[in-house]
């Protein structure tokens, strides 16, 4: 693997708005555990089906679940620079990701936390939009839909979730910010602000 790269952050921070731009204009893979669980949902395989039931109540998938997808995407990768998207999520996750990493003599290079308010992260994924056909993603108020596009929301878009998903995040995803600041690879970026200036953000860490 070349650089790797960890966006931390709560639902609705922008990671793969971003992660979007990265690929884009630099090339970088992105490995969203959220992407690869919403693919086995769409699919109905056993992955999918048990991963569902989490997934729609805004828990976190087991870890076992989750540290076993990494293990068979990691292979993958090559010398491509890569950005986790959504993983590592809890601290065994972590601590697997850095076991598995420096059995290839290989670490973590930066993790980057999306800093956004939990209100602002309530209107992003209520209004959020995907298109179905290529994934890409839209608000309806921030980043409306060009005209003709047909587009769905996702099963977990819905307020009592979104409250429940931001929760989770708070108790068990936020304490990886201390284990990371530790470790001196944490970067902040306030997220609150509008896409380009989070993009320019990202651009002067890495
Ligand atoms: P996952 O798919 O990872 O969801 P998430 O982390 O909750 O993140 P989101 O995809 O909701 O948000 P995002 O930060 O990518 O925001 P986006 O760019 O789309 O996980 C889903 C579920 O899968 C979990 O709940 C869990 O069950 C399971 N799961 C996944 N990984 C797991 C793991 N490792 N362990 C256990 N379980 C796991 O932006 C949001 C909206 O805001 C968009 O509409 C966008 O257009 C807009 N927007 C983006 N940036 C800005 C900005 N700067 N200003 C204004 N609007 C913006």
Partial sequence: MGKIIIFLGPPGAGKGTQSERLIKEYGFVQLSTGDILREAVRNGTELGKKAKQYMDAGQLVPDEIIIGIIKEKLNELKDKNVI?????????????LDEMLSQEGKEVDVVILFDVDDEEVIKRLSGRRIDPNTGKTYHIIYNPPPEGIEVIQRDDDKEEVIRKRLEVYHSQTEPLADYYKKKGKLVVVNANNPPDDVYNQIKEVL
């Fill in 84 to 96: 986790f998207d959504g993983f590592p999520r809890t601290i065994p996750q972590a601590e697997a």
